[in-house]
């Protein structure tokens, strides 16, 4: 553009103003012809696509950039009465220009000062259109995309937030307008703007340091209220840093659980429990990439670098479109961009693990890695136990994340992930387990237009484990499993209206299961090796949702998922009689398929509709539908996950589970939006639940079906909440009231549990509490109390005993008709966050705590004995003592 107006300028010798920084941003080439037109002509082509304005003035081309410029007054400018305006003045040109730098954009963030901008080209002939305003909003200090967050006019007649990748669109008249950024995490930002047509804003915001260290759970003023999605929870890793956690370790997982309707079986259990649900019915994403098994140290922390994460939401009740494969909720976890402006890190020192993170700039701007890795040094503990048998023992994690994020220009981006974690840990002298996560994942982002945006994704996740028993013995072995899935997904977000933002897609995943192999551990060693055959699936999908703006108050977010499922060869599957429960007596024979033969096809229309109604102001009642299926099933006895569980795929003698969930809530904001209150219910069906016949063996079972039950399950409850999000005295109460129970029941009597009745399944635990409350005494320093209480879970109790011939036999009451005793704990912290001093080369927090101070002693679980004809009660428990914990957390 730059050289085309230097040719035009030198061929026409005619003299041009200008500021050289005009031509030099719009990147645009011109190849054009141009034969006995007029000078005015030409440049109204070459000029279309940009900013720019110009005038013909006096035998020169006077430019000017967004406004026009006015030759003549209009008529009745000075008013009806006014006097003729001399020649000298009317003939000149008068116009008014102010410019922004972008250099300045920390600087201007700190202090809130920003020049006014103009928006587009003004046009003097439309003058009383709406302008479509859009752009990127994004952290000053690391130029990340800040997703979320309310952009709105100051007098509140226009709002909107900014979707996953910071972007927001609006429209506004022709003119002056305000526009203002809100956050409760960042300083408030507004600017005056000029709209002459559509164009771009971008804001930088500088986080606002008054409210380190202050508990909120979610970024976005009003997004509670506002949004039509029901049962979604937000956490910002950085707001919840003083929540006192068991050893001093952040955890995303373990503070998802303190909000209501979301549990776990006890301390140290692997998963969570979401509405109802199992834990295999939960899906987790990191970066989009799915992670089996998101947990290290027996359940004890997440796999997930806490230092890594940016934002996660929970999606519990209407679960977008895009998403699918599980029942009960979507984990969707968010890593922090690297920081393309300068090297940074973050770091913490605990009291058995050590953690250290750091993202680096490649290309000043436009491309940068972040870094990240975690390590336990636990083992010290066991070997300081009493127990000789512990003195042995050995347990230990790490795990590594790299990220790669790349503006390859103003419309596409890249992305690449990688991910992996391993876990080894043995509690006897000869048996040693290990499990380990990968997950690999490529992301190109395409802006179309600043309505139409695209996304591909490409990723591979793997989880796998071994068991390996060695006593120099003649029963040594080692055992392994291993699951792995591609993904390929493509999405696009378009914003057909002001009132319809459209988002579709397509995706499938393939899955590849080794469902096990032992081999024998030796040379003396009798174990015969034996490898199940290999299992595959094929899940597809078609997305399409619809956020539709009816009215200012009535919002509705309309979605439709077909998923379809293929379970392919090869494969020798069992054939049994239809009429007959299935068992190895009813077999009748089997059947073979070669390698990508479709065994068994299963097609699902799945419906996710919710809607947000405002009765008046801070104010709005939602309402929900959705359907889900699930082709993956997780294979467990125990009560709870287990890093030696194995998932099955569904086929021609395992049906897919399903699920219907209805949600009503009332949601609530006081103060200025201080406060908010929410109040849901919901009511879940699922068909096809997994269970398991008495006594039944799952690891390496070649006619594992005949061991399976499948029935159908029903989940209702009340969810209350309350939270303070920002002042000196913050937090949240948390109550939930739910119950959770399955049907087994068959025509056949041996398949039937508790006579076909409905009974609560080992995770039901009716009451719920939690209370996360944070005092800032000073910037500095602030102290923090957890308080939580759960209904003890079911359990299966001996109830008497019976001879039977020769032999003794205990009897059983009815599946999980007792429980265990009551679950409650208190939690007490103390956070001294270090000054923030320009210049520091760290900026310190210690974090002071103490896990369950009053030492209750809670029971994870009850087993019976039978001691010299009698039959004996134990409970076992993880922590029944008060733990202190130190650990210290830094920045750079």
Do not use: C
């Given at each position: 553009?730059?050289?085309?107006?230097?040719?035009?300028?030198?061929?026409?010798?005619?003299?041009?103003?200008?500021?050289?920084e005009?031509?030099?941003?719009?990147?645009k080439?011109?190849?054009?012809?141009f034969?006995?037109?007029?000078?005015?002509t030409?440049?109204?082509?070459?000029?279309?696509?940009?900013?720019?304005n110009?005038?013909?003035?006096?035998?020169?081309?006077?430019?000017?950039k967004?406004?026009?410029?006015?030759?003549?007054?209009?008529?009745?400018y000075?008013?009806k009465?006014?006097i003729?305006?001399?020649?000298?003045?009317?003939?000149?040109?008068?116009?008014?220009?102010?410019?922004?730098?972008?250099?300045?954009?920390?600087?201007?963030?700190?202090?809130?000062?920003?020049?006014?901008?103009?928006?587009?080209?003004?046009?003097k002939?439309?003058?009383?259109?709406?302008?479509?305003i859009?752009?990127?909003?994004?952290?000053?200090?690391t130029?990340?995309?800040?997703p979320?967050?309310?952009?709105?006019?100051?007098?509140?007649s226009k709002?909107?937030?900014?979707?996953?990748n910071?972007?927001?669109?609006?429209?506004?008249?022709?003119?002056?307008?305000?526009?203002?950024?809100?956050?409760?995490?960042?300083?408030?930002?507004?600017?005056?703007?000029?709209?002459?047509?559509?164009?771009?804003?971008?804001?930088?915001?500088?986080?606002?340091?008054?409210?380190?260290?202050?508990?909120?759970?979610?970024?976005?003023?009003?997004?509670?209220?506002?949004?039509a999605?029901?049962?979604?929870?937000?956490?910002?890793?950085?707001?919840?840093?003083?929540?006192?956690?068991?050893?001093?370790?952040?955890?995303?997982?373990?503070?998802?659980?303190?909000?209501?309707?979301?549990?776990?079986?006890?301390?140290?259990?692997?998963?969570?429990?979401?509405?109802?649900?199992?834990?295999?019915?939960?899906?987790v994403?990191?970066?989009?990439?799915?992670?089996?098994?998101?947990?290290?140290?027996?359940?004890?922390f997440?796999?997930?670098?806490?230092?890594?994460?940016?934002?996660?939401?929970?999606?519990?009740?209407?679960?977008?479109?895009?998403?699918?494969?599980?029942?009960?909720?979507?984990?969707?976890?968010?890593?922090?961009k690297?920081?393309?402006?300068?090297?940074?890190?973050?770091g913490?020192?605990?009291?058995?693990t050590?953690?250290?993170?750091?993202?680096i700039?490649?290309?000043?701007e436009?491309?940068?890695?972040?870094?990240?890795?975690?390590?336990?040094?636990?083992d010290?503990?066991l070997?300081?136990?009493?127990d000789?048998?512990?003195?042995?023992?050995e347990?230990?994690?790490y795990?590594?994340?790299?990220?790669?994020?790349?503006?390859?220009?103003?419309?596409?981006?890249?992305?690449?992930?990688?991910?992996?974690?391993?876990?080894?840990?043995?509690?006897?002298s000869?048996?040693?387990?290990?499990y380990?996560n990968?997950?690999?994942?490529?992301?190109?982002q395409?802006?179309?237009?600043?309505?139409?945006?695209?996304?591909?994704?490409?990723?591979?996740?793997?989880?796998?484990?071994?068991?390996i028993y060695?006593?120099?013995?003649?029963n040594?072995f080692?055992?392994?499993?291993?699951?792995?899935?591609?993904?390929?997904?493509a999405?696009?977000?378009?914003?057909?209206?002001?009132?319809?933002?459209?988002?579709?897609?397509?995706?499938?995943k393939?899955?590849?299961?080794?469902?096990?192999?032992?081999?024998?551990?030796?040379?003396?060693?009798?174990?015969?090796?034996?490898?199940l055959?290999?299992?595959?699936?094929?899940?597809?999908?078609?997305?399409?949702g619809?956020?539709f703006?009816?009215?200012?108050?009535?919002?509705?977010?309309?979605?439709?998922?077909?998923?379809?499922?293929?379970?392919l060869?090869?494969?020798?599957?069992?054939?049994?009689d239809?009429?007959?429960?299935?068992?190895?007596?009813?077999?009748i024979?089997?059947?073979t398929?070669?390698?990508?033969?479709?065994?068994?096809?299963?097609?699902?229309?799945?419906?996710?509709?919710s809607?947000?109604?405002?009765?008046?102001?801070?104010?709005?009642?939602?309402?929900?539908?959705d359907?889900?299926?699930?082709?993956?099933?997780?294979?467990?006895?125990?009560?709870?996950?287990?890093p030696?569980d194995?998932?099955?795929?569904?086929?021609?003698?395992?049906?897919?589970?399903?699920?219907?969930?209805?949600?009503?809530?009332?949601f609530?904001?006081f103060?200025?939006?201080?406060?908010?209150?929410?109040?849901?219910?919901?009511?879940?069906?699922?068909?096809?639940?997994?269970?398991?016949k008495?006594?039944?063996?799952?690891?390496?079972?070649e006619?594992?079906?005949?061991?399976?039950l499948?029935?159908?399950?029903?989940?209702?409850?009340?969810?209350?909440?309350?939270?303070?999000?920002?002042?000196?005295?913050?937090?949240?109460?948390?109550?939930?009231?739910?119950?959770?129970?399955?049907?087994?029941?068959?025509?056949?009597?041996?398949?039937?549990?508790?006579?076909?009745?409905y009974?609560?399944?080992?995770?039901?635990?009716?009451?719920?509490f939690?209370?996360?409350?944070?005092?800032?005494?000073?910037?500095?320093?602030?102290?923090?109390?957890?308080?939580?209480?759960?209904?003890g879970?079911?359990?299966?109790?001996?109830?008497?005993?019976?001879?039977?011939?020769?032999a003794?036999?205990?009897?059983?009451?009815?599946?999980?008709?007792?429980?265990?005793?009551?679950?409650?704990?208190?939690?007490?912290?103390?956070?001294?966050?270090?000054?923030?001093?320009?210049?520091?080369?760290?900026?310190?927090?210690?974090?002071?705590?103490?896990?369950?101070?009053?030492?209750?002693?809670?029971?994870?679980?009850?087993?019976?004995?039978?001691?010299?004809?009698?039959?004996?009660?134990?409970?076992?428990?993880i922590?029944?003592?008060?733990?202190?914990?130190?650990?210290?957390n830094?920045?750079?």
């Open positions: 553009m730059k050289q085309a107006i230097i040719q035009l300028e030198s061929k026409t010798e005619t003299p041009f103003f200008y500021k050289e005009w031509l030099e941003k719009p990147k080439k011109v190849q054009k012809t034969n006995n037109e007029l000078l005015s030409i440049l109204e082509e070459l000029l279309q696509e940009t900013n720019i110009f005038l013909a003035h006096n035998q020169s081309i006077i430019f000017s967004n406004n026009y410029i006015y030759k003549d007054l209009p008529n009745n000075f008013g009465d006014s003729s305006i001399p020649n000298e003045f009317v003939n000149k040109p008068v116009f008014y220009q102010e410019f922004y730098n972008p250099k300045n954009d920390i600087d201007s963030a700190r202090t809130q000062k920003r020049p006014l901008a103009f928006i587009g080209k003004e046009n002939e439309k003058t009383d259109e709406l302008y479509k859009s752009g990127v909003v994004r952290a000053a200090e130029g990340s995309p800040i979320f967050i309310g952009v709105s006019t100051t007098d509140n709002s909107v937030s900014t979707d996953a910071g972007f927001y669109t609006m429209k506004l008249p022709v003119g002056e307008s305000e526009l203002q950024v809100s956050s409760l995490e960042y300083q408030r930002q507004t600017r005056k703007i000029i709209v002459y047509s559509d164009g771009s804003l971008n804001f930088n915001m500088l986080r606002d340091v008054n409210l380190l260290g202050e508990v909120v759970i979610s970024g976005e003023k009003k997004r509670n209220i506002r949004a999605v029901t049962g979604v929870s937000s956490i910002n890793m950085e707001d919840v840093k003083t929540v006192p956690m068991v050893l001093g370790e952040r955890d995303v997982i373990k503070i998802v659980t303190t909000l209501p309707g979301i549990t776990n079986v006890g301390e140290g259990a692997q998963g969570f429990n979401v509405r109802g649900g199992k834990t295999d019915q939960n899906l994403l990191l970066d989009e990439g799915v992670i089996y098994n998101p947990f290290h140290f027996f359940g004890f997440s796999a997930v670098n806490p230092y890594l994460v940016d934002k996660a939401d929970l999606y519990k009740g209407s679960i977008p479109a895009e998403y699918g494969g599980r029942l009960s909720s979507v984990f969707d976890i968010k890593t922090k690297p920081n393309l402006k300068k090297f940074s890190g973050e913490g020192i605990g009291p058995v050590g953690n250290l993170t750091a993202s700039p490649i290309i000043k436009k491309a940068g890695i972040s870094i990240g890795g975690r390590a336990t040094y636990a010290w503990i070997n300081t136990l009493d000789e048998n512990l003195k042995n023992s347990a230990s994690f795990d590594g994340f790299f990220k790669y994020y790349h503006k390859l220009d103003k419309n596409n981006t890249l992305e690449a992930n990688a991910y992996y974690s391993r876990d080894k840990f043995s509690v006897s000869d048996s040693l387990y290990k380990n990968l997950m690999l994942n490529l992301k190109w395409h802006t179309f237009n600043s309505d139409h945006r695209a996304s591909l994704l490409v990723n591979n996740s793997n989880y796998g484990f071994d068991i060695e006593s120099r013995g003649t040594d080692d055992f392994g499993y291993n699951i792995n899935e591609t993904e390929v997904k999405k696009f977000d378009y914003n057909y209206s002001p009132k319809h933002n459209i988002t579709y897609g397509l995706s499938s393939l899955y590849n299961i080794n469902p096990g192999e032992i081999s024998p551990k030796g040379k003396i060693s009798n174990i015969i090796p034996l490898s055959q290999e299992e595959k699936g094929l899940e597809s999908a078609l997305f399409i619809d956020a703006k009816v009215s200012d108050k009535l919002l509705l977010n309309l979605g439709l998922r077909y998923s379809f499922y293929a379970a060869g090869p494969a020798l599957a069992n054939v049994y239809p009429n007959l429960p299935i068992s190895e007596a009813t077999q024979g089997t059947e398929y070669e390698k990508n033969e479709i065994i068994e096809t299963d097609g699902n229309l799945e419906y996710r509709l809607a947000r109604y405002f009765l008046w102001d801070h104010f709005s009642v939602k309402a929900g539908f359907t889900n299926t699930q082709y993956i099933h997780l294979l467990s006895t125990n009560t709870t996950q287990s030696t194995t998932w099955k795929l569904s086929n021609s003698n395992i049906k897919p589970q399903e699920s219907k969930q209805f949600s009503l809530g009332f609530k904001n103060s200025n939006d201080m406060y908010e209150v929410s109040i849901e219910g919901y009511y879940k069906t699922m068909n096809n639940m997994l269970d398991y008495t006594g039944a063996e799952v690891l390496l079972n006619k594992l079906e005949t061991q399976l499948q029935g159908e399950g029903k989940a209702y409850g009340v969810e209350f909440l309350i939270k303070k999000t920002s002042g000196k005295f913050n937090g949240w109460l948390g109550y939930s009231y739910s119950r959770s129970k399955l049907k087994l029941d068959s025509p056949f009597e041996g398949l039937k549990v508790n006579d076909g009745r009974f609560p399944t080992n995770y039901d635990k009716p009451h719920d939690s209370l996360v409350l944070n005092y800032k005494l000073t910037k500095r320093f602030s102290f923090s109390a957890n308080v939580v209480y759960q209904t879970r079911p359990i299966t109790y001996p109830v008497g005993k019976y001879g039977y011939g020769n003794e036999f205990t009897l059983y009451s009815d599946r999980n008709a007792f429980r265990i005793p009551d679950y409650y704990r208190l939690d007490l912290g103390v956070n001294i966050e270090a000054n923030h001093r320009k210049g520091k080369l760290l900026h310190g927090f210690w974090n002071i705590s103490v896990y369950n101070v009053l030492g209750r002693n809670n029971p994870y679980n009850i087993y019976f004995v039978t001691e010299n004809g009698r039959v004996k009660g134990y409970k076992s428990s922590f029944s003592i008060p733990i202190p914990t130190i650990s210290y830094f920045k750079f």
